[in-house]
């Protein structure tokens, strides 16, 4: 199964970076994982909070996240 190093700067907080592996399927899959985790409490944890996550995440102009795929 694939691992994914997951990286995000929170908006606030005592730790702006929250990172971890995450073994998963797939990315979106991870993201997911990642999101309900670590960073839910920044975003409605719903569908439309992992949508905005995913959104601040891949920024073109200033991306929050970076996600990095092994095996």
Do not use: W
Not at 34 to 63: M, R
């Amino acid at each position: 199964m694939p691992k994914f190093a997951i990286a995000f700067m929170v908006p606030t907080g005592k730790k702006p970076l929250r990172h971890r592996i995450v073994e998963s399927d797939d990315r979106d899959a991870a993201l997911r994982d990642f999101f309900n985790e670590e960073v839910s409490e920044y975003y409605t944890a719903d569908d439309q909070g992992f949508y905005y996550f995913k959104d601040d995440f891949f920024d073109e102009t200033s991306p929050s996240g970076s996600i990095l795929t092994f095996e």
